[in-house]
């Protein structure tokens, strides 16, 4: 481990407690482009007919636990959201706001900051992640022990050594234990990795130059193109792969002292769409109006095997499960004739945009005995608030400096009626580079650009007057809203200028 990540774990290391039998488990899921209407619940509750795309692990654990109606990715692209989810911090604040979108970048994980897995594991947990990473991270040339810096898309072989994952991976971040796709299935590179060791897929596996020449599948070279990969790498297994994974840590950790916290951070639903055409001797694929929809079939397979394997293990009733995705939902316009909508029709947009569909997200939260079944709460949730309610659930402690835009909602768990929801939230768009200022049901959008020098403000709703943000309530040019466009655009700029912490220290 390279001194740098010492000093960090030095910097996020604090008070421990006493780890009592009394703690929960902990399983934080998180799909990637997965709607708030790739939920079947939500379907069925919008249509009143059985869902097109049924996930009945995932209304399950909506019946048995709290449903959030107002949960918002930080951001609309999946990179960015997974920093900011991890450390508790807004995106501006790394060097890298709209994302470390490759394998052989820095990491945008500064020294100083803390992160999901240091909380947990400070606190006595055993801590694994599994699944999608995205965060960057430090490799060697090949035959040297100096860090390699360039892009992972490329039409030729790289000089890098890729047995080896050598510094700010999720082994360096406080993970005991992982299994991790640096880029999930959306490569380059399009390789496992194992407590920092490269996973072959099977004994015949090569790392090799993996494009449409070499590639076992072509239709597996993702829309990112061309770059270093293993030569068995298969797309329509992954899935399968990582829920036996995650079921093996929980195996694993039922039977050891210490409580468990796992990160299961899948790469459903993102392209290339890959359904099997079985799982359990179940069909998936075509069983669904498109293949993006047969996904979300796979994502909630995988669930079933995470809450299968807590109750083989009897520690269900002792585990909490979060589960979200890092951004809105995709656009299908197959699934969409039929009425399959993954923004959940009821806002406007889907991933990437600046609208409710980009960053609207489903939220569930399971507490057996502690959250009553069938819970809804309307309060405005980042997900940037999961790394502070993190730390309370397990009695963690963090710096002044730390998880500076993260706003614990435990007590809500919690059943506390007085609890106090945040206001406010920083939101960002994708590639267009939008930004958005939530104020209570007040919305301004503002066009920036990739250095963030640019904050113009372009748009201006009251989402309780206007939830789809249809353009005729655009209130942005109204004479009548001027003076309202004014202190929030002012408010962005002071809040952006301020190193301080948005939230109040706990």
């Not at 030095?10 to 790739?38: E, K, T, W, Y």
Request: glycine fraction near 8%; proline fraction near 7%; include cysteine.
């Amino acid at each position: 481990m390279k001194i740098i990540t010492v000093l960090l774990c030095l910097f996020s290391l604090a008070l421990v407690p006493f780890v009592s039998a009394a703690q929960p488990n902990i399983v934080f899921i998180m799909a990637d482009d997965f709607g708030l209407g790739d939920v079947g619940r939500q379907y069925e509750e919008r249509t009143g007919q059985a869902a097109l795309a049924p996930t009945p692990t995932l209304d399950a654990l909506a019946n048995e636990g709290l449903w959030f109606s107002d949960a918002h990715s930080p951001t609309a692209l999946c990179s960015p959201s997974r920093y900011a989810v991890m450390t508790g911090n807004y995106n501006y604040r790394s060097y890298a706001p709209w994302g470390v979108w490759g394998t052989f970048r820095p990491t945008a994980i500064a020294v100083g900051d803390t992160t999901l897995g240091l909380v947990a594991q400070n606190a006595g947990y055993n801590t694994g992640f599994i699944g999608k990473w995205h965060l960057g991270g430090d490799f060697y040339k090949k035959g040297t022990t100096e860090i390699f810096r360039g892009k992972d898309r490329t039409g030729k072989p790289l000089d890098v050594d890729l047995t080896k994952w050598v510094d700010f991976g999720p082994q360096d971040l406080g993970f005991d234990y992982d299994y991790t796709l640096p880029t999930g299935i959306q490569g380059p590179i399009y390789m496992a990795f194992e407590d920092g060791i490269w996973s072959p897929f099977s004994p015949d596996s090569e790392i090799i130059h993996y494009d449409e020449r070499t590639a076992k599948d072509p239709f597996f070279i993702s829309d990112k193109g061309a770059g270093p990969g293993d030569s068995e790498w298969d797309t329509y297994k992954i899935n399968e792969i990582l829920a036996e994974k995650a079921a093996g840590f929980i195996e694993r950790s039922a039977s050891q002292a210490e409580p468990f916290f796992l990160c299961y951070w899948s790469p459903t639903v993102h392209v290339p769409h890959t359904p099997p055409v079985k799982l359990d001797g179940k069909p998936i694929r075509g069983s669904t109006p498109s293949h993006h929809t047969d996904m979300n079939r796979v994502f909630d397979w995988e669930v079933e095997k995470i809450v299968t394997a807590l109750k083989a293990a009897n520690v269900y009733d002792d585990t909490i499960i979060i589960l979200t995705s890092d951004n809105g939902g995709l656009w299908d316009p197959v699934a969409e004739k039929v009425g399959h909508l993954s923004n959940g029709g009821i806002v406007r947009g889907t991933k990437n945009h600046p609208w409710e569909g980009g960053h609207l997200v489903p939220l569930i939260v399971t507490w057996p005995g502690v959250i009553p079944a069938n819970s809804r709460s309307d309060v405005l949730i980042n997900g940037t608030d999961i790394l502070a309610t993190l730390a309370d659930i397990v009695g963690g402690s963090l710096l002044e400096s730390q998880a500076k835009d993260s706003y614990s909602f435990y007590p809500l768990l919690k059943g506390d009626t007085s609890f106090q929801a945040r206001d406010e939230v920083l939101l960002q768009a994708g590639a267009q580079c939008e930004l958005v200022l939530r104020q209570g049901d007040w919305k301004l959008v503002m066009q920036s650009d990739w250095e963030l020098s640019k904050m113009e403000p372009i748009a201006l709703f009251n989402l309780a007057n206007n939830p789809k943000e249809a353009d005729q309530g655009n209130l942005i040019h109204n004479p009548e809203y001027a003076s309202k466009v004014a202190a929030m655009h002012a408010h962005y700029i002071k809040v952006r200028n301020n190193p301080n912490r948005t939230v109040a220290f706990p």
